[in-house]
Every structure is written in C-alpha cells, then in structure tokens.
C-alpha cells in the first residue's frame, strides 16, 4: 500500500490472468519511498544539490543547452530515454530532440535489450513485434523451445501460458524455468549461434524439414541451409557442451509438435553476435514452418515494462514514429508534416546508446544530456566507463522520482510522476495497446514528463501547443504520426480503449480490428516471404584463459528489476536479495578459496565488483553469474564488456571472461 494506491488482481484480463511478479504486488510501496523527489535539485557552487524552484530549474537548463547549442552545435546535446516510458513520453521526447534541441544524438536503454531481436525480426518479416500472435496462444503449445529465456523468475505470469507445453531451454544455468524443463540444455556462455545452427543442420540432415512451407512462403533458405551444414552435431557439442543426443531430442520434439514455438530472450541476444544468434533461431522456426501458421511461431520476449511500444515511436537513434526508420525520405516527409515542421530540419540517424554514452564529454560528443526513465550508472555495460563519461559533461540532466546512481551525479535532477499518478498507454509484447489511468494525484511539487518538455521546449522557442501535456492530445498526435508505418496506431483511440476493446497494431483506422495475428496470409516483406539469414558462429569478443579463466555471464534477480533503483527501495524485495551476489559452483568455489557466504572479488580487465557467495551445484563449472541491479562496488556491469553487435548496437553483457577470488586479494 502506498499513498492509497493498491494492487488488485484483474482474473479477466487474458495476457496474465490476474497473476503479477513479487516486483508487480509490492509496485505501490515506491510511491511513498521516503526519499521520493518532489522537488528540483540544482547542484550549487559547493557541490551539492539543493532544492530550487521549478522556474529556476528549468530555466536554467535551457540557457545552458541554449549556450552549449550556440557554442557546440546542435548534436552538443543528447537525449537517454527508456523503455518504460509511455507511448506518449516516448513519442514527445523523440519530437523533442530532433525538433526543439534539433540534435541526432538520442536513443534509449531498450538498445540493451530488445535491439538484437528487433534488428532479426525486421529482416526476417519485415516487421518487429515480440510476439506476433496473443500470449494466449502459447497456452495451446506442445512444445516451446525457450532460448535464452528465464520467464518463471523475471515473467512469473507468463508461466501460467508454458503450462501444458514440454519446454526445451537453452540456458547456462539450471534456471527455474529450467527446472521445470522437459529438456534442458546447457551451453558455454556466447555459443548459442553454434547450438542454433547445430539444431538447423539436424533439421536438414533428418529429413524434418517442411520444405512445402519453405518453398511457398520464404526465401534464402539454400544459403541459410548451406551454413548451417557446417555445423554437425559432434562439432556443436565440442563449441557448446551440449551432448549430440540432446541436440537430437531438442528438434525432435520441436519437429513432432502440431503446435510448436520458437522463443528468444536476452540470453540469446544480448551478444556482439545477438542479431545473427536471433536469425539462426529465427532460421531455425522457418525451417519448421511454425511463423505465420496458426498454433505455431516465432517471437521475442520482451524485457521492460513498455519494450514494445517505447522502440516504435521515435526515441531510438534511427527511428520516426510508427517504427518508421529516420534514413526513409517519405517517412520524414510524413512526420515533419505532422510536426509542422521543414522536412531538411529533422536530424539524421545519431549514435546507438552505448556510443553515445561513451562519446559524453568527448571532442566531438555531447557536452550535455537529458536522461529520462533510465539509470545507465549502473545498467549500462562497462558501467565505470559511463559513469567517467557522465561526469565529465558541462551539464547532466535526470528526471526521475527517486535519486537514482545517475540522478545522484546530475547538476539539475527533475522530480516526475509514477505509474499510478498519470494517464497514457503503454503495447505489451504481443502488440496490445493498455490504457494507464491516474488513479491518484503526484505529491505536490511533482511534475509530468510531459509538463517537463513543453517547459524546455517552450523555453528553447517553440509553441507551447507543438509539446502538449494532455497524454490524451499527445496520443491523438501519435496516431497520425504513426499512420501508415509499420507499427501503425491510426485506429486505436483512448475512446475505443477505454470501451475495452483489444486492439493490436498494426490498426490502420477505425473500423479496423486490430491484428492480434500477424503473418497468416503473408509476411511483411514486398513479396510476402520470410527471409532465411546466411549467418555462422563467432566467438565472443573475450573469451576465458590466462588471468581470467572463467566466463561471467549477467541477468536478474527475481526480486528486482533492471538498475534496481525502484525495487531496492521495497523493503520487502530488498530483503529478498539484499545485496549484490555471485552464483558459483562449489568446485569452482573451492578452487578459489571461496565459502558459501564469503565476500569475493570478481575481476575482469575492464574492473572488479564485489559479491556475496552462492554455492550452485548446477552450474557450469566454467561460469559464474551475477544479477546486474546493484549499485556502486556491486555493479555487475563493471566487468562487461563494450564489445557490440555490428547491426543492433547490443552490448555483450552475457559473456566476458573473469577471475573470482576472497575479497581483499591484490
């Protein structure tokens, strides 16, 4: 319970069945955090932040965007967003930076999460929606082959969908979703490609694959066929560690269903490899026939509260509204009209997030930036190297509701709403459209995010009425914005919402009823064909030996959530995991010294972290990991790697190679 707000099970709402995570139930306690902001923050000539009025603050930001712009350029400001922001938030905050700052330099924390499967998903079908059939679907599955995916942890609800499903998981560790696999299997960290053509190659070689489906509905095959050859299954388990005969029990089972699918999560995309290691599952379901068929498919799960909707409306590098891509001279024709702006005033495509934070403070990066929804002290991978960056900038700007790790470097820090206290829509991975309704009023003194940007905006020299505040009006923008794109929202209304209809993209108008179902008669591609990818196995960029023998690899805890700025200030789940910890198998433990319990020092050559000790038997002896929301000398992310996926930007945070020792070891 907090400020009067509190969490009631909904049993008739399809997608969780009135189920929520311990994060979902506990989600009110934020809003009462006692260090709730409520009011700016402007850090003053001795170092510290104090309190100021909101006029102050947001006028001393535009003057000194203003100066930086004159001085610099206009790409002297960059814009972090996140993929928990509403549709609305999302879509001003892009219209923001490319037309009140004009600058290309903004993208989002999403580029660390969905952008591998995304940038698979586009080139396959020609179009990106997590899961392009209902949650509800999986429900019918005889089996699901879940890469990279730990969803009975990090999506509790969803496991209500797996039930009846024989799961195949592909995964490091003996997750809990492993647990309760009817086949697990285990490969060395960064080598999901390699299982993922071995599969592919055993489809062939066996005779399972649907070659009617092929023929009539894809394109590429006898390439993607041809790499994947190369890739018997005794040269797999030598990569991967798998042995042959479950390779072999794996794609019979995905080839003996009626009704089977092909998942993918961060496991299996968050590589410098993460594109092609998507497209090689992607292959793999194709191969099958299971996309665009009923009872079957392909899809990605998505990772952050809005992960669908926050990639669609423009706060990505490459991207206009409608996930139309920014290089697209009728997608800027389009947008600019309904911005009312000249179609040769919208910047191009900018940096990807981790080269844009990396470039802060450099000779030809941003000098300032505007954070909103993120916390990439501590998120972002090679996060000592962030946070130097961070702090080297002439002006950092955090909206946020609790002192976040990246707030607390800020020079002016913005207290915004919460999910209870504003109005918007956020899409669910299956591409459903959710009303969010203020159901209480933000503490006094707390502002919108939208409040926020008409009032930088408004101070840079744009009409008030270019950034309104209504979510409502801001909602009725983006549809036409979105018209015609891929992620088309023309259709979809707050009115209809609100009447309780289920409305997926792409609705192109009114009367449309939305497309629960993509990919039935066609794919999105001119010639109505799935794409093959000719892809192949690389290492990961580091791989373990000398110093650092053992593979790290990052993920979640189930009692918290990305940075764990929110749930770490839930007493409930700070109780739950306390403090930052490593799981390691007891032989590897003892090899290093290490008890259940003790305080180790994990080491790569980017930095160290400290951990706590846990003994896991079922672990790879080869591999320790760490749950990456833990602040200062507990930041997993101060060993991962910057390496990054040459075509989605995807950092390497599942794989760099480390040495664990007792804490105090020079």
Known sequence: MGAGAAVRPSPGFPVNQGGLCQKGWTAPALLTTPDRLTTPLVRDASGALVPTGWDAALDLVAERLGALRAAHGADA???????????????????FARVALGTSQI???????MSSAATAGNAAFGVDRGLPFPVTDLGDAEVILLAGANPADTMPPLMRHLGR?????VDPRRSATAERAALHLQPAPGTDLAL??????????EGLVDTEYVAGRTAGFAAARQRAMAWWPERVERITGVPVAELREAVALLAGARRAYVLTGRGAEQHSKGTDTAAAFVNLALALGLPGRPGSGYGCLTGQGNGQGGREHG?????????RMITDPAAREHVAGVWGVPVDSLPGPGRGAYELLDALGTADGPKALLVFGSNPAVSAPRAGRVSERLASLDLLVVADFVPSETARMADVVLPVTQWAEEDGTMTNLEGRVLRRRRALPPPAGVRTDLEVLQGLAVRLGQPADRFPTAPRTAFEELRRASRGGRADYAGISYDRLDAGEALHWPCPDE??????????DRFAHPDGRARFAAVDHRDAAESPG????????TGRSPAHYQSGAQTRRVPELA???????VEIHPDTARRAGLDEGALARISSVRGSTLARVRLVGTLRTDTVFLPFHFPAEGRANLLTSDALDPRSGMPEFKVCAVRVEPCGTP
């Open 546 to 553: 000398g110093r650092f023998p053992l593979y790290a690899t």
């Open 107 to 113: 993208d989002y924390n999403g580029r660390f999460c």
């Open 575 to 581: 109780a739950a995991a306390p403090e930052a910890y």
């Open 196 to 205: 993922a053509l071995g599969l592919l190659h055993l489809a062939v070689a």
């Open 77 to 95: 400001v960059g814009v972090f967003g996140g993929g928990g922001l509403t549709n609305e938030k999302a879509y001003l905050l892009g219209k």
């Open 511 to 520: 009367e449309h009823p939305g497309t629960p179902r993509l990919f039935l």
């Open 315 to 323: 706060q990505k590098a490459d991207q206009l509204p409608g996930y």
């Open 165 to 169: 499903a024989a799961l195949v998981v």
